[in-house]
């Protein structure tokens, strides 16, 4: 069965920085778009960034372009999102999601359990 596990959340100060990683397995990785969203306190789920099966295609929410970086390694079937200058408002509850094929970056099939990131001094 599909599994999609997140790791690397924690405390980072204004201005830090942290790796997300997600391993995945159950199904042919390289195939598929992954994308990472999140979800804040009391709001709802939000799209953050998107990656193509073969890594060659990224794409960002405005809020985060310029700041975070998303890639994958195939041969590890792992996708990452390494975020940099994190603000306080990055705190949430960070997903990575597979996307079936044929639909939008932000439409999943599954996603992991999160792993939280909190933005705090």
């Known amino acids: 069965q599909v599994q999609l596990v997140e790791s690397g959340g924690g405390l980072a100060q204004p201005g830090g920085s942290l790796r997300l990683s997600c391993a995945a397995s159950?199904?042919?990785?390289?195939?598929?778009?992954m994308s990472w969203a999140r979800q804040a306190p009391g709001k709802g789920l939000e799209w953050v960034s998107g990656?193509?099966?073969?890594?060659?295609?990224?794409y960002y929410a405005d809020f985060v372009k310029g700041r975070f970086t998303i890639s994958r390694d195939n041969a590890k079937n792992t996708v990452y999102l390494q975020m940099n200058s994190l603000k306080p408002e990055d705190t949430a509850l960070y997903y990575c999601?597979?996307?079936?094929?044929?639909?939008?970056?932000?439409?999943?099939?599954?996603r992991g359990q999160g792993t939280q990131v909190t933005v705090s001094s």
């Open positions: 999601a597979k996307v079936p094929i044929n639909r939008a970056l932000d439409e999943y099939d599954y």
């Open positions: 159950g199904f042919t990785f390289s195939k598929y778009r």
């Open positions: 990656i193509s099966g073969a890594g060659s295609y990224t």
